[in-house]
């Protein structure tokens, strides 16, 4: 499934500009409709976002159990 992000970073800027710059980041990434970690299938949910431990998006994925986990965009998994 694609899926957008989009992102809103703040610009550092020089201290002698006048206006702030905002720099709006926009990436498309096809994530896998399914995943197959530790012997369960995990289908993926509605839910992306960045991930906070090292800053790259990341989509939501959900087994049978309800259990949880997250796919960043270099294939690496963090559970939830």
């Not at 976002?49 to 800053?55: A, K, Y």
Request: glycine letters at 4%; one cysteine or more.
């Amino acid at each position: 499934m694609k899926q957008s992000i989009d992102l809103d970073l703040e610009a550092e800027v020089p201290f002698d500009c006048v206006f702030p710059h905002t720099v709006k980041v926009v990436m498309e990434i096809d994530w896998p409709a399914a995943r197959v970690y530790e012997g369960s299938r995990y289908y993926q949910t509605t839910k992306v976002g960045i991930s906070r431990l090292n800053g790259q998006p990341a989509a939501e994925y959900e087994d049978a159990e309800a259990k949880r986990i997250w796919i960043n965009a270099d294939g690496t998994v963090v559970e939830d």
